[in-house]
């Protein structure tokens, strides 16, 4: 059933969700437009002349300049060619109102939603060190929902742009969001639905791996990484089993890839995937205390696109995920003799299978003005996500987690490195409250 228009921020998406990194709840990022990696077709110059250096918004620059082809995602922590220290950041400012159900009021909450500090240092030509620190919600302390973290931190060497070796923690090179993120990139006060409750939000692990680009049209990541835990997955999936590099258990290895490439000046195509048995990262036993080996696969495949053409921009994603054994944890115990799912049926279960998918168009309605170099996108967005696709044989899945929203909004860009943004979301469940959103938020890289 529909709500009536209204408007709002932080969606409260109630049950369905956890913090961006890894609190109890969902709390949704922020962005604006996202690039195509590479050049826009037709605006060739646009970003010499915007003053950005170049290769800034480019995955595929020299050597040295920490982009989202080369793994941090932050085009404005740009390296000149003649420094060895680079420093910046971003920070990202939102409000708004939401209503859950259609009798429900309005509830109005502002945020600051983050601030996130990122230092780049050349140890020489072929090596580099790159740390992200973020502060998330304004304050940390025991009771509060703030987050004071690293979100990476690697060494990487690279003397040839077609291979360039990478270990530390490092960002999950799955779709279009997880890697450039910050508030300037990407439309919509919130990032995708999808990715941020399918795909985890700033997922990152302990990883070791290899990247490149091949003749400056085709790029790669591929790593071994650590894979989720199990003890914590729910009807969510494995979202709550992430270890972010703190403690992660490395019995159970996983393997993750991502491969992008330019058929056609302006259009950007990827792929990505993820392998791995979160069975070996636990402990499990049968009601009468023996200890049985479980195997818990976690697969994944995700395929995106976006074009950009002209002052049109599009983009598109599909992921699915895969538990296929997830019915194994139902009856099985830990350690203590507590049993993982304690009454499955009214709790929840993990799904076998979560899935979620988008569609984005906008326009550069400013294009054809002397506008000063000013930007001004109107968008439109719809997105499905179901965390909840397939669950154990004998239980139902729950509807509530399967949702459908309609976004609509604009992303003003009155410099490169500033945004302020505006949208109103309508998300449809299939079964339990709707919700209708006013998000707004400002943004700003430097």
């Not at 003890?231 to 709550?240: A, P, Q």
């Amino acid at each position: 059933m529909k709500t009536t228009l209204a408007l709002a921020l932080l969606s409260s998406l109630a049950a369905f969700g956890q913090d961006l990194d890894g609190g109890p709840e969902l709390v949704p990022s922020t962005g604006f437009f996202a690039p195509p990696a590479f050049a826009d077709a037709g605006e060739a110059g646009a970003v010499a002349d915007a003053g950005v250096p170049e290769g800034a918004l480019s995955a595929t620059p020299a050597r040295g300049h920490p982009t989202s082809g080369s793994g941090s995602g932050d085009p404005a922590l740009m390296i000149d060619a003649a420094s060895t220290l680079s420093v910046g950041g971003y920070a990202e400012l939102v409000a708004g109102l939401t209503q859950t159900g259609p009798s429900a009021p309005f509830v109005a909450t502002a945020n600051l939603r983050r601030v996130s500090l990122g230092v780049s240092k050349r140890l020489s030509p072929s090596w580099r060190l790159y740390l992200e620190y973020e502060l998330e919600n304004a304050i940390t302390c025991a009771s509060c929902r703030g987050l004071s973290e690293l979100e990476q931190a690697y060494v990487e060497w690279q003397a040839v742009d077609a291979i360039g070796v990478r270990a530390g923690l490092v960002l999950t090179p799955m779709g279009i969001q997880q890697r450039i993120h910050e508030p300037t990139l990407y439309n919509g006060v919130n990032r995708p639905l999808v990715e941020l409750a399918v795909i985890p939000s700033t997922w990152r692990e302990l990883a070791v791996g290899v990247y490149g680009s091949l003749a400056g049209r085709v790029r790669y990541e591929l790593y071994a990484t650590s894979a989720p835990s199990p003890e914590k997955l729910n009807r969510e999936g494995f979202i709550d089993g992430r270890a972010f590099g703190s403690f992660a258990r490395f019995n159970g290895p996983a393997v993750e890839g991502r491969v992008e490439g330019e058929p056609m000046r302006g259009l950007t195509v990827g792929a990505s995937f993820y392998g791995g048995d979160m069975g070996p990262n636990t402990q499990t036993y049968d009601e009468n205390g023996k200890r049985v080996a479980v195997s818990l696969p976690l697969l994944s495949y995700e395929l995106d696109a976006q074009f950009n053409w002209r002052g049109v921009r599009a983009k598109g994603l599909w992921v699915q995920f895969f538990m296929p054994n997830t019915g194994a944890l139902l009856g099985a115990y830990k350690a203590d003799g507590s049993p993982f799912f304690s009454d499955p049926a009214a709790t929840g279960v993990p799904p076998r299978r979560m899935q979620g998918g988008y569609l984005e168009l906008s326009y550069d309605v400013l294009r054809f003005f002397d506008a000063g170099g000013m930007q001004l996108y109107p968008f439109a967005r719809v997105e499905v996500v179901d965390t909840q696709a397939l669950v154990p044989t004998g239980y139902v899945p729950d509807p509530r987690f399967h949702l459908t929203d309609w976004v609509f909004g604009v992303s003003f860009l009155p410099h490169r490195a500033v945004v302020v943004k505006a949208d109103v979301t309508t998300r449809n469940r299939l079964q339990g409250d709707d919700e209708v959103l006013l998000n707004l938020g400002v943004g700003v890289v430097f």
